[in-house]
């Protein structure tokens, strides 16, 4: 898939465990490991924006495209 999720990167960035960022924004750790192994076929805004918040990052830090 040509957009590969970056979301490991930036939590260990932020020493932040995936387990404290769900509960900061409100989802399951399933649902955030899908979303951080990249095997969601779509991400809500509300919850890009709640990870961007609570990461005090942009959209690009977390979801980057690879051409293949």
């Known amino acids: ?5 970056n979301l490991d990167l930036i939590l260990a960035s932020r020493n932040m ?5 769900a509960e900061i924004i409100g989802i399951t750790e ?3 490991s899908i979303l951080k192994s990249g095997k969601a076929k779509a991400v809500r805004f509300s919850t ?3 990870i961007c918040e609570a990461l ?6 977390i ?6």
């Open 17 to 21: 465990k995936s387990k404290e960022l």
């Open 63 to 68: 979801l980057e495209y690879q051409q293949e």
């Open 48 to 50: 890009l924006e709640a």
């Open 30 to 32: 399933a649902n955030l």
């Open 1 to 5: 898939m040509p957009i590969v999720v």
């Open 56 to 61: 005090e990052c942009q959209p690009a830090d």
